[in-house]
């Protein structure tokens, strides 16, 4: 199969996290020494809980593997509720067999953070590069954090989130004035060297953003529509994240009756 993007429509949020999660859990079986790019957010909750679950019931082995996650917030500490490490081993490394050493996120305490941000390049590069990165979707249409005029080329950096990053953080950190107004993220031409993006959006508030990301023109202002240009690229939505993409009977094909999708399908009847 040559380079390509695929859209796969999952009739709700459940099965569109399941979906998610087996492609991971089918990658790590086939190289326990898996690279793995790691995102946060809500969306993402429900792919750690099913890996979590292949793990207890499955033996899903993560001793081997790697993670590098997109972003993390300048200024918080590891043990802060909001930082992304603390949502990482909440949600994932602390229920798993994965060696805390192996697990990577940008130290937003560093005192150089340009320096922060070229070891983290290097480093990703010392682990021979990202093999498979799980990404979602802001309501800034960003990826990792590469918010608005992100240029498509960028490495790790410092970002300043976009007013709209802001507000939509701002109930989980119990108001706008206590959000950070800046993080290290990875940058869209970082991610763009993962060997296999894996994008998951659900719910309709979605949807808009995920027809201009995939089926919309390649823009800085809208990041994930960057991932048009990466050669392996696979975007899983439920059905109310896809209510507004265009070719969505030809997608339902392509998940129908493609070889490589046979394993993912669920038995004729069930959802
Ligand atoms: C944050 C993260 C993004 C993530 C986004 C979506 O902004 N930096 O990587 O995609 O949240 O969050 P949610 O899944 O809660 O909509």
């Known amino acids: 199969m040559g380079p390509r993007m695929e859209v796969i429509l999952r009739p709700t949020a459940e099965a569109a996290a399941d979906l998610v999660a087996r492609i991971i859990a089918r990658e790590l079986r086939a190289n326990p020494h898996l690279v793995l790019g790691l995102a946060t957010g809500r969306t993402m909750e429900a792919v750690y809980a099913r890996l979590v679950r292949f793990h207890r019931e499955e033996g899903l082995d993560f001793s081997l593997c790697s993670t590098f996650n997109l972003d993390e917030y300048v200024g918080l500490p590891p043990t802060d509720r909001h930082s992304f490490r603390h949502y990482m081993n909440h949600h994932l490394f602390l229920q798993v067999n994965i060696d805390l050493r192996n697990t990577h996120l940008p130290d937003g305490r560093a005192g150089d953070l340009e320096a922060e941000c070229r070891a983290y390049e290097a480093l990703i590069k010392r682990f021979g590069g990202i093999d498979l990165q799980l990404l979602g979707i802001g309501r800034s ?14 490495r ?4 300043a989130l976009s007013p709209v990053t802001v507000a939509q953080n701002a109930p989980l950190f119990g108001g706008e004035d206590q959000v950070p107004r800046r993080a290290i993220t990875m940058g869209v031409g970082t991610i ?7 994008l998951l959006a659900t719910g309709e508030e979605k949807a808009d953003l995920i027809a201009r990301a995939v089926e919309g023109p390649i823009t800085a202002m809208i990041s994930a529509t960057a991932l048009q240009l990466h050669p392996r690229c696979t975007v899983v939505v439920d059905e109310a994240a896809a209510g507004r993409l265009r070719c969505t009977e030809y997608y339902r094909w392509i998940f129908e009756n493609e070889p490589e999708w046979e394993p993912f399908r669920p038995p004729a009847g069930a959802a």
């Open 141 to 154: 249409g960003h990826i990792g954090f590469n918010e608005p005029l992100s240029a498509l080329q960028s």
């Open 156 to 159: 790790t950096r410092v970002k």
């Open 192 to 198: 763009l060297e993962a060997r296999r993006c894996l």
